[in-house]
């Protein structure tokens, strides 16, 4: 796989589009695992962002 740097719009493309064929083949299950990784990895954020809000109002 090329480094990040060597790569040209065309590879970005294809990476992406080869992404969306092996999620489109996941279960709604698979899917919903991985949603919930990504808000536990989020929460840091969130939490940041409503202590904004809250000192904001």
């Known amino acids: 796989m090329k480094q990040l740097e060597d790569m040209n719009i065309l590879d970005i ?5 080869q992404a969306r ?5 996941l279960s709604f299950g698979q899917k919903v ?10 929460a840091p954020f969130k ?11």
């Not at 493309?13 to 589009?17: H, I, N, P, Q, V």
């Open 21 to 25: 064929k092996e999620r489109a083949q």
């Open 13 to 17: 493309l294809a990476r992406k589009e």
């Open 47 to 57: 939490k940041i962002r409503e202590q904004k809000i809250k000192t904001a109002q």
């Open 33 to 42: 695992l991985i949603v919930e990784a990504m808000r536990k990895r989020l």
